[in-house]
């Protein structure tokens, strides 16, 4: 017999959180490469988004199993949940601002994977690259692009993907 949906879903969330404790353990070490920290986030991000996608129904599991794209589409849908909705009701155009921003960043998360669009951002958190006749390795590399990240945007747009983890159980899309 084969696992459940639920049985996935669970277990990518539980992974998810994982990788999220790494991420931020990570991300607080002055002097460590941005790469290792980027790297876990990209893990985290990936697998909280088949965990969500799981559950759904009218997701072939395959698919969600085996891709390594999602995160943009789960944050968006996480973003304009009920649970969400209700809570910026009559904030309308700061929830626009919020989403704006999380797509951008989910955006350059998901890119991160390696085996995400290398042909025409092979800039990933984990292997090197080729640019021009040189080969860039992740840690010499700055995400020029994640930037946004440290600002108050970003922490934002980190703090629900903290909250994603976190609820889980309790919010549905």
């Avoid at 539980?14 to 980027?38: F, I, M, N, T």
Wanted: aromatic share 10%; glycine share 6%; with cysteine.
């Amino acid at each position: 017999m084969a696992p459940t949906r639920e049985a996935w879903a669970t277990a990518f969330a539980a992974q998810s959180r994982s990788d999220w404790e790494v991420y931020k353990l990570l991300a607080q070490q002055a002097g460590l490469p941005a790469c290792h920290g980027l790297h876990f986030l990209q893990m985290a991000s990936e697998k909280i988004a088949k965990a969500y996608r799981s559950r759904d129904t009218g997701a072939n599991l395959g698919e969600v199993l085996g891709a390594h794209v999602g995160f943009e589409r789960f944050i968006n849908a996480f973003l304009l949940c009920p649970t969400i909705k209700e809570e910026y009701e009559g904030r309308g155009a700061q929830l626009r601002q919020i989403i704006k921003t999380a797509r951008l960043l989910a955006r350059e998360i998901e890119r991160l994977a390696p085996a995400v669009d290398r042909l025409h951002t092979p800039e990933n958190a984990e292997y090197p690259w080729a640019h021009g006749d040189e080969v860039v390795a992740p840690c010499a590399y700055e995400y020029p692009s994640l930037s946004l990240l440290t600002t108050p945007r970003g922490r934002t747009f980190l703090n629900f993907v903290a909250r994603a983890l976190r609820e889980f159980e309790q919010i549905q899309l």
